[in-house]
C-alpha cells in the first residue's frame, strides 16, 4: 500500500513491543502532533512543556476512568528515530491496558500504522540510507553473532558508504561526458577515455567482490545448509542427535532406519548451521527407503557443505576412495568423517590417515572428538572474511541491483572498445548509476518502498 502525502503527515500509533502478556509494554506514537495528542489522556504534567528525551510518571485516562499508571518518554522532532515528535507510553504489559490505550489514542485522532511505518519515516526524512533501513529489519530478526554483526555493520552504513563512493566517482564521469555533449562540433573530450576506463575497471572489481560476497551473506543470515550424508548404520543420525545435544533422530541398528531426512539449527562459534541428516545412500528395494534416498541427492545438491560419514568397521578403501570421487565431481565442500573410532582397527585408522591425511576420526556414539569435527566445519566457512569488517551483501534486492550494475559497467566498457558515440556512452553509464541508486534509495518507486517496508512488522 502506497503511502499519500496527507498518510505521511498523520500521527501515527502502533505497539513496539511483542503482542501479549509482559511485565511492561511501549506504545509508540510519531507524527506532528504525537506529543500534543499524548497530553490530551496523560494526567501528572504538560508535556507539552517538557524537554526532549526526559521522562515522566503519570496516569492515562479516558475522561475519569484511570487506564493505567505509566512513564511516558518523548523525544522532540527531530532527536527522534523518525526525525518527527515520538512519544513512548511504557504501560504494565496486559493486552487489555494496551488495546485500551491505543484506542482512546485513534479516538483522539492517531492512526493505527501500517507494517515498518515507523522506519518508512525515518528513511523518507533522511535518518539513514534505504540499505540502513533494510538493516533494521534485519538486525531484528538476526539469531547469531554473525547476522546481528552483519546487520549491525549495514545499520551503521558500512555497505552504504562504500556503494556512495562508487556512485559518486562514475556520476563525475557521467558529467563530464554530458559536457561533451554540449561541445560536438568542436573536438573537445574533457573525461579522458583511459581514464574513464581504469575507473569502470576499478568499478567492476568492487562490484563483482559485493556480488561473490552474497553466498557468504546468504548463508550468514539464513544459516549454512549442511547435509549429513553416508551409507546407513553409518551413524548419521547418532551423529545429528550428539551435536543438537538431543535425542531428535531416531537411531537404530536397523539398516535404513531414517526414510526422509531430520533438519535442525545449530549454532556452532556464532554461525547458525541447518544440517540436515539424511537417508542412508545405497542401491534398495525398499520403495519408501527409495524416495528417501532420490531426496539426499537433492538435499546434497543444495548444501553449501556435505558432512561424508562412514562406519570404520563397515567400510573398506575401495569403496571410500569412490565415494570420495563422486563428492568430489559434485564440487561442494565436504568433510571426510570416519565414525565409530571406539570401536575400529588401528590399522584401518592408519592406512586410512596415509591416504586421506584430513579425515576426521569421532565416536557419535560416545561424543568423541566432536570439537575438531564443530571447528572444521566453522573454518570451512571462512568467517575472517566477514569478521575483518568487509562488506557483505545479505540482501537479494541489493545482489539483484548489483548483478544489473556489472552489466552496465560492462556495456560501457564494450561502449569504449567500440568507440561508440558519447550519448550511447552516456547512458550506460547513468543505467549504472540507477542501479546503485536502487540500493541505497536514491532511485525508488511508491511500490518498491512498499515492497520493502510491508515485510515489517506492525510498530517498527
Ligand atoms: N560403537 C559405535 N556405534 C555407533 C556409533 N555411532 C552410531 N553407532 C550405532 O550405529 C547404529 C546406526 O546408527 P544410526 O545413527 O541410526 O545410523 P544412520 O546412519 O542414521 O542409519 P540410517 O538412518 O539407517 O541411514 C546404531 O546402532 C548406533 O548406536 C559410534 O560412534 N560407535
Ligand atoms: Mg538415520
Redesign the pocket.
Known sequence: MALNFSQKDDTIVALATPQGVGAIAVIRLSGKHAISLANQVFYGKDLEQQESHTIHFGTIRDEKRVIDEVLVSLFVAPKSFTKENVVEISTHGSSYIINQVIKLLVRKGARPALPGEFTQRAFLNGQFDLAQAEAVADLIHSDSEASHQAAMNQMRGGFSGEIAGLRNQLIHFASMIELELDFTEEDVEFASRDDLRVLVEKLLRVVEQLISSFDLGNVIKNGVPTVIA?K???????LLNALLKEEKAI???I????RDFIEDEINIGGVIFRFT?T??IRETSDVLEAMGVSRTHEKMKAASLILYLFDLGDTDMVEISKDINKLENLGIPFLKVA??V??SNPLFINELKKAYPDTIFI????KENLESLTSRILELVNLDKFRTGNTIVTNIRHYDSLTRTRQSLLDVLTGLDEEVTNDFLAMDIRRSLHFLGEITGEITTDDLLANIFSKFCIGK
Open positions: 553416508g546407513p548404520n553409518a551413524g548419521k543420525s547418532t537411531v537404530s541398528d539398516a535404513g532406519t531414517t541428516d537417508a542412508g565414525n565409530k571406539d570401536k565416536s557419535a556414539g560416545k
